[in-house]
Nanobody, 127 residues
Framework: QLQVVESGGNVVPFGGSLRLSCDAS????????IGWFRQAEGKEREAVAC????????SLTDSVKGRFTMSRDHNKITVWLQMDNLKPDDTARYYC????????????????????WGLGTQVIVES
């Protein structure tokens, strides 16, 4: 059982940046796929980005392409979501999720592809 913890959420102005962090019980994340999701008030949870060691990373929603980037630290324990040029529409609770990889190691935006979820971290972008 992995315990997933997100951090880094905050209140930022329009156009600002934040870096969210995700780690899971202090273990290396190499064997897993990692996804970032977000849920705004009154809306469905949506996939933002995902990555795996062998499959690389990708944005999962057009609205964040070119602005959000996933990466991991050299110790392979922490995964980050760098968010730049933030907009009020990015206001949401952001969740990190971890799952077992598919045979091709390509990560997915499907929620049921992830087994372990954190409690989320709140991001508020002021207009």
């Amino acid at each position: 059982q992995l315990q997933v913890v997100e951090s880094g959420g905050n209140v930022v102005p329009f156009g600002g940046s934040l870096r969210l962090s995700c780690d899971a019980s202090g273990v290396t994340l190499d064997p897993y796929v990692i996804g970032w999701f977000r849920q705004a008030e009154g809306k469905e949870r949506e996939a933002v980005a995902c990555m795996s060691v062998r499959g690389g990373s990708k944005s999962l929603t057009d609205s964040v392409k070119g602005r959000f980037t996933m990466s991991r630290d050299h110790n392979k324990i922490t995964v980050w979501l760098q968010m730049d040029n933030l907009k009020p529409d990015d206001t949401a609770r952001y969740y990190c999720a971890i799952g077992e990889p598919a045979s091709d190691w390509i990560c997915s935006g499907a929620r049921d592809a992830y087994d372990f979820w954190g409690l989320g971290t709140q991001v508020i972008v002021e207009s």
